[in-house]
């Protein structure tokens, strides 16, 4: 993805509200270079979660509660609340799991 | 599982000295199931080979929706109420762990990327040797008649542009246009015209890399209706 976000900042939070409307996300996420980024990790979050649906059908696990995506130099880590807001956590560097979430408000 | 990948299933799962035996001493690891492209290879999840193998058909799509779009996923950690799921890629192979909650992720990722290793080592001993070309490859002497030319049918670009415009409903534009490239590529959709079975075929193939099951279906009936 040859998005610019991570250029400017070494973490993005972006709150989503139950509808996938962004409640809360820092200023550069609103600048026109990232806007395109942006929307694409929103999708992401969706497109994610719909996977884990057939995933949890499939297996029996139970309601997805987060997804994180771990690539080269990139980590997108996804929180699907139970009031069906969702929270995106875009950082440079890997983390665990448990640190990405305990870090959400 | 096919009899074929018995072999791999005893090499990779079989046994103290499998490549996984090592897998298993971590931690919180319940399962687990190797595949290559959508093809399991071992799996010892509690569930029936068909199941698995959906659930396997599902992980490669996934993933193939990010190399798709040039994204290379090293790994994926889902998190239900239940269980854990670690997906760790490497090229074509993949490895799906069944972890208890709150285990240690980033341990288990490390362990199993190195183990993934092995994985690629046992999928290419399993590759068969490769076979002398057919005797229609090879190229006659006197010319032949020139191939009758396929039926006109359906444009590529036409296809493209129906495709384009169903998906860009569910997904990103640009995720779109280069999932559709890079498919309608690799089922060989270089012609000018296509029959409209294959048209079909390939066109299906694309739309099934969306994730949500009832906009899959959806769209593959509109798809459908407007091929005809």
Redesign the interface.
Known sequence: MGGNLLDEVSEVLIHLDSQKEIEKAPDCVFHKDNQEEARIMIFESDYVLDYSNEFSDLLALGKPLFASVTEPGRQTSFRYNPDSSQDIVLTKTHRGIEQILSALP | MTPSSNTAASQLLGGSNSILAELYSQPGVSGCCVQSGSTVLAHD?P?SDD?VD??AS??D??LL??TG???????????????W?LVLARDRNSLSI?LQP?T???MI?SRAAHLLMGVDIVVEKMKPAPKLPPASAITPLVPSMPAVAETPGIPVAELEQLLTALLSRV??S??TSKLIARELQRQGANGVALRPERAREMGLAVIDFI???S?RDALASEFLNAIK
């Open positions: 999840l569930f199941r959906r659930f599902r992980v799509h996934l929706s990010y779009v040039g994204r290379t996923v090293w790994h994926i950690c889902l998190g239900f109420e239940k269980f799921v069944l709150n240690d992720t980033t990722a997904m990103g640009a995720q994730g949500n099951r906009k």
